[in-house]
């Protein structure tokens, strides 16, 4: 039984992170069947049923406001369904159950069940469509902005950071519309880190200095932008987004999802307006940030999750759990 209070409560948020964890949980163990089987489709079906399932029992008003899609798009986990008991507080909530279809479907590392949560409406209502993407960990918060050159938001972050420019990492996706950011980054003699997909994971990265990666940039999923400003926000990391609408409909259709300015830059402070928020991951192959599940021989299933709580002071946990 949670505190009878609102997410502001300190221990209610923290209640609610953990019942949220066992939900990505359990659409990682759902989804795990699937891997390497060449069929993302059922992975999907499976991660989010199984994630709508156990968010239906957790006390709260929840709203999807990030998710598989319209109503007449998805059965399940779609943009504006209500789930929760309806008895506790009012909050907003992003997922992606299988974040990395195509590298679930096909064996290989960094597929993910995500969910980000936070106050009614705090989270950015991001159409599925391209987002230009910054992100920087604690230390280089306020260092950064995506209306100027990577080369500058470089010697930016590297002055924040006490570093050569030399000595920074940056994070790009594989991508041939990023090879002009890649040539930014060698001709300041510093270093690239490709990844194929899954930028969540790198903008987290930029937050935990063990994992060696300064900035993440480039052109991504935009709510998988918002996934990321919260975990980062979470972190007291700093993150910026642009949307990049690719015609008439799309730029409509941000329009009517309430954001008046398709093409303004975007801050952290913007996109995840509220301090009460969290965000969870699971692995479901292992990765960058987290260890896939897996099942012993006595049927037990182990899993590896990431929880980041927002607030005056941030937090993050990595958990091994046995189901």
């Keep these: 039984m949670y505190p009878k209070t609102d997410i502001r409560s300190k221990e209610y948020v923290q209640a609610l992170a953990m019942d949220f964890l066992s939900v990505a949980q359990q659409a990682a163990i759902a989804s795990y069947p699937w891997v390497g089987k ?3 489709l059922e992975a999907d079906d499976a991660g989010t049923e199984a994630m709508r399932n156990h968010m239906n029992t957790i006390e ?9 899609g319209e109503m007449d798009e998805a059965p399940m986990l779609y943009i504006g369904e209500e789930l929760g008991t309806r008895n ?20 290989q590392d960094n597929s993910l069940a995500v969910i980000a949560v936070a106050s009614r409406g705090s989270l950015l209502h991001a159409p599925d469509m391209y987002m230009k993407k910054i992100a920087v960990g ?14 500058k938001n470089m010697l930016s972050v590297a002055k924040a950071l006490g570093k050569e ?3 920074l990492t940056v994070m790009i996706q594989d ?11 060698f001709k300041l003699g510093a270093r690239v880190k490709l990844f194929s997909d899954v930028d969540i994971t790198g903008a987290i990265a930029t937050a935990i200095e063990e994992m060696d990666v300064d900035i993440l940039v480039g052109t991504g999923g935009a709510p998988e932008g918002v996934l990321a400003a919260t975990a980062l926000r979470c972190l007291g990391g700093d993150f910026q987004g642009q949307l990049v609408p690719q015609n008439d409909e799309e730029f409509a259709r941000c329009i009517k999802m309430g954001i008046s300015d398709p093409n303004k830059v975007l801050t952290i402070e ?5 301090d009460d928020c969290f965000f969870v991951a699971t692995g479901i192959t292992d990765g960058t940030l987290l260890k896939g599940v ?27 759990s046995r189901d």
């Design 38 to 40: 060449g069929n993302k």
């Design 60 to 68: 709260m008003s929840g709203m999807i406001v990030i998710g598989e």
């Design 88 to 107: 506790g507080p009012k909050v907003d909530i992003a997922v992606d159950p299988v974040e990395g279809t195509n590298l679930m479907a096909k064996g």
């Design 138 to 151: 604690p230390k280089a918060k306020g260092a950064i902005d995506l209306n100027l050159s990577l080369t």
């Design 165 to 167: 420019v030399s000595e």
């Design 175 to 185: 991508r041939e519309r990023h090879e002009g950011l890649i040539n930014q980054v």
């Design 270 to 274: 913007e996109i995840v307006k509220s």
């Design 294 to 320: 897996s099942k012993k021989e006595n049927g037990v299933m182990l899993t590896h999750s990431f929880i980041a709580v927002g607030g005056k002071k941030q937090s993050y946990q990595f958990i091994e």
